[in-house]
Each structure stands twice: as structure tokens, then as C-alpha cells.
């Protein structure tokens, strides 16, 4: 295991560059965040996520993102709230002093006036265990900037989420959803080149070697190439190194992991 510095600067911190990992603030990475490389956080909130090889986060560092999945190459707009923690709101109050436990919200609990009233962690889990606890992005899914999307939920791979849009039920593969609910608009592409990419799973695998072989524009002739080279066994699994960062007090530590997050 490595420690290093917490820092709070604005460019990448270079303490994490070799390690795959573009990070401008690790003091806004919270719990344990698992990431294959390499993973475009920039400066926005993570809390206790997993994040696939390639996901990207826009530049502007403004979005929060609770337990949550997030697939190989998963693109993701500033300003979006994903997957956050929920309050009950059909009992006596909703609020945090009625349902939460000191491992859910340390800092609240630090005040002794909140704790005297509070549950003590050894109570009952009450509420915070009822709600569903992992919120999943698809692989290679796109979230349109200032979105919001409810605990739980799942967007499938390849799916697009319009700016502003407000998702609280899970999302069909390659699926374009727009507005608050979000609707479906349509899909990204005919059904028969949807069916053709989840059979593809095109994520799965190494792309690099072939980078000048295709024309990522044309979507069926790209399709038909990687097929092509699926069938005749050239293509080779993604096996990306992995690592999880825990941050406590004022230090962040990273360690590898033996596995990838996906396929392994």
C-alpha cells in the first residue's frame, strides 16, 4: 500500500498519473472508490463507487455520485446528482435523527447535541438497509449534464440520458431518455445494430491494436470489422489494473486489487 499527500489542487494530481488515475482533488473522493485504469475523476464527488476502465467525467468538477457502478467507458456531465442517499418520507420525521447511523453520516454525529438523539450504530439497521444501495451507469452509457438519477437505479449499456433529465426507473440498453420524468425518445440505433452490439460486448476487449483499421464513425462497417475479428479470435480481453483508494484524515491510500471490476 502507497500514501501520499492529501492535496486539494486544481490540476491532475501527479501523485496518481502512474497509478492510471486522473484526479484533480482527492479530498472529494469519500468511503472506498475502485477504479480499472485508466479513470477520468477530475475533480467531482465519488463516494464509495466503482469505476470501469475509461469512464469519464466532464472537466468541470461538479457532480456527486453515491454507490454507484459505473461501466467501462461511461460518460458522465457536470452538475449531476447520482444514485444519493434517500430519507423516508412516511414516517414521524425525515429527518437524518430518525433513521441514519453513525457510519452513514460521521460527521453529523461529532456534535453531541445530534448523537443524544440519534440511533447509536448498534441498533437495528432501520431504514438505510431497506433502500436499494448500488445505482449502476452501463458500460459506454452517456449522462447528459445537471442530471439527476434516483438510488437504485439502472442505466443500461449504451444508453443516453438527456441534459437535465430526471431518471427514477431503470433504462433499456442504448435507450435515448430525455425530460423530468425522462421519457424514452427513441432508441440510439436501429434494434438490429443494438442487438448487434450487446452480442458484441465491444468493452470486453483490448481496442487499441486495431485503432488504425477502423473508422469509428461508420457505424456498421465498425461493427462488422470487430465482429469479424471476435469470430476469428484476434480479439484479445481488457485486463486492466485495478485499485482501490481509501481516504481518511488528511492522507489518501491506494492499493491494487488482484481482479478487474468487470469481467474478470
Known amino acids: 500500500m502507497t500514501e501520499f499527500p492529501f492535496r486539494g489542487e486544481n490540476p491532475p494530481n501527479p501523485d496518481f498519473l502512474p497509478y492510471g488515475l486522473l484526479v484533480n482533488q482527492t479530498s472529494k473522493l469519500r468511503g472506498t472508490v475502485q477504479y480499472e485504469r485508466p479513470a ?14 475509461f469512464a469519464f ?3 468541470a468538477g461538479d457532480t456527486s455520485v453515491y454507490r454507484t457502478r459505473l461501466g467501462r467507458y ?14 423516508p ?35 437495528d439497521p432501520g431504514f438505510v438497509a431497506t433502500v436499494p444501495n448500488l445505482t449502476v451507469i452501463g458500460h459506454e452509457a452517456y449522462i447528459g449534464a445537471g442530471t439527476f438519477i434516483k438510488r437504485g437505479v439502472t442505466i443500461g449499456d449504451g444508453a443516453l440520458i438527456g441534459a437535465r433529465s430526471v431518471v427514477t426507473r431503470d433504462v433499456p440498453p442504448y435507450a435515448v431518455m430525455v425530460g423530468s420524468p425522462a421519457r424514452l425518445l427513441r432508441l440510439r ?21 486495431f485503432k ?3 473508422d ?17 479470435g484476434e480479439l484479445q480481453p481488457l485486463r486492466p489494473d485495478t485499485y482501490q483508494i481509501s481516504v481518511g484524515g488528511e492522507r ?13
Open 40 to 53: 477520468y475523476l477530475q475533480g467531482h464527488r465519488l463516494k464509495d463507487c466503482q469505476v470501469g476502465a
Open 57 to 59: 467525467f466532464n472537466a
Open 74 to 87: 461511461s460518460q458522465i456531465g457536470e452538475g449531476s446528482v447520482i444514485g444519493p442517499p434517500e430519507h
Open 89 to 123: 418520507t412516511d414516517w414521524f420525521s425525515s429527518h437524518p435523527y430518525a433513521f441514519t447511523r453513525p457510519r452513514y453520516m460521521p460527521g453529523i454525529y461529532l456534535l453531541p447535541d445530534f448523537e443524544r438523539l440519534a440511533p447509536g450504530e448498534l441498533e
Open 189 to 209: 440505433f436501429a434494434e438490429k445494430f443494438v442487438e448487434r452490439f450487446l452480442k458484441l460486448q465491444w468493452w470486453r476487449y483490448d481496442l487499441a491494436p
Open 212 to 214: 488504425q483499421r477502423v
Open 216 to 232: 469509428f464513425s461508420k457505424v456498421e462497417a465498425t461493427l462488422d470489422f470487430f465482429e469479424e475479428r471476435l469470430a476469428l
Open 252 to 264: 489518501a491510500r491506494i492499493k491494487p486489487l488482484d481482479k478487474p471490476l468487470f469481467f474478470a
